[in-house]
């Protein structure tokens, strides 16, 4: 990868990247489609009917982007300190702003620039995807040599550990880049599948329908039977919080104090209006939690896992 473009990210807060050539990796893709068509086909993806709807563009990445030869991955780290008081919790990539938008235009930026700047970003063509399009983004991220994949699923990279978020870009060029993968280092350590108290995790497969995370953020309605949320409002980390690889990222880092949007108590929370909800929670990836549902989450949380 030109070291240019490296140091534009890393300038613009991606401390690692990588490209890969799509031809260079076309059997171990399809392995990885395989796998995805596989788990929508069991349902596993609950009723999140975007990914269903996104299956042919997933498994055929030039429905996103024609004409798509090489993809860069990068990885933004969030601050991997516990957020909430223990009794009310929010997963920790939800303080701050909505990553889908910094990410964005960060990566944009970057591009642009790279552009303006070297030879080899002449006449480049790209299209930016940070969850915001049918894009296996971990597949990618394990493609360009960022990390691989634990047993809780997550993208894992030796240094930062999985509180990162991964940003995408298609290109229209062929870079010669084929990364060596990096090894898997999970070894025999299962930690996060027996710290998942909802049995949603076998070893790297997630069942999104036990999931906490998926019932506190994606879920729409009422639950369907009764969970333990666990305390969790929004999110959940259970599975990365046991990992040893983000214990070390913790270790590494200052606390990072709560954004404003997570500083409200319970007794605040409950006697919160629809319009307070909206104002507070504008600008943040919390935003994708619609009032109803967060205060479904708030009252279930408290009830204890009880539907009463
Ligand atoms: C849908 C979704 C969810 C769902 C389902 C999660 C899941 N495990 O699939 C729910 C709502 C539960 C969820 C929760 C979370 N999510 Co989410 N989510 C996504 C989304 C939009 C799609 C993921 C997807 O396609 N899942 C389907 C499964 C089958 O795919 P997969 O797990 O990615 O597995 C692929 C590869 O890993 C590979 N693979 C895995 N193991 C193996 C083994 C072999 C042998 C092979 C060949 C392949 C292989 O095959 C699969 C198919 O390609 C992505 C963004 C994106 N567009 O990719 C973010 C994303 C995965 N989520 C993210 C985050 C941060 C979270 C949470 C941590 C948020 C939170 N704290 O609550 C949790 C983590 C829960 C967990 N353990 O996964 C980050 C993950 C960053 C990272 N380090 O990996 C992503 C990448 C968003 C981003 N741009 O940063 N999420």
């Not at 990796?25 to 999140?48: N, Q, T």
């Not at 047993?151 to 894992?156: A, F, R």
């Not at 090894?183 to 027996?194: H, I, N």
């Not at 007794?267 to 504008?282: A, C, V």
């Amino acid at each position: 990868m030109d070291p240019r473009l490296t140091e534009i990210l890393q300038a613009e807060g991606f401390p690692v990247s990588g490209i890969v050539d799509v031809a260079a990796v076309r059997e171990e893709y399809a392995l990885h489609a395989d796998r995805y068509g596989k788990w929508v086909a069991d349902g596993k993806h609950g009723e999140m009917g975007y990914l269903s709807r996104g299956l042919d563009r997933r498994l055929n990445p030039e429905l996103v982007f024609p004409g798509v030869k090489s993809v860069l991955a990068v990885l933004r780290p969030y601050p991997p300190h516990p957020v909430g008081d223990g009794g009310l919790r929010y997963a920790r990539y939800l303080n701050g702003p909505d990553y889908h938008e910094v990410i964005q235009t960060a990566l944009t930026r970057s591009m642009e620039r790279w552009k303006s700047e070297s030879v080899e970003g002449d006449g480049l063509e790209y299209k930016v995807c940070v969850d915001t399009s049918a894009v296996l983004e971990r597949t990618w991220a394990l493609l360009a040599g960022l990390g691989w994949i634990g047993k809780n699923t997550l993208l894992i990279h030796p240094q930062l550990g999985s509180y990162v978020f991964i940003g995408v870009v298609f290109l229209n060029r062929e870079f010669g880049a084929r990364p060596a993968p990096l090894k898997d280092y999970c070894g025999p350590c299962e930690r996060c599948l027996s710290a998942c108290p909802v049995g949603a995790l076998e070893s790297h497969d997630l069942d999104s329908r036990k999931c906490i995370s998926y019932l506190t953020l994606e879920k729409r309605g009422p639950f369907e039977k009764p969970v333990d949320l666990h305390g969790y409002v929004a999110g959940c980390d259970l599975c990365q919080e046991v990992c040893p690889y983000n214990t070390k990222a913790v270790r590494r880092t200052g606390p990072v104090p709560p954004a404003p949007h997570l500083v409200l108590d319970e007794e605040e929370l409950l006697l919160e209006s629809e319009s307070g909800y909206r104002d507070r929670i504008k600008g943040s990836a919390l935003s994708r939690v619609k009032f109803p549902d967060f205060k479904r989450n708030l009252a279930f949380r408290r009830n204890g896992g009880s539907t009463e």
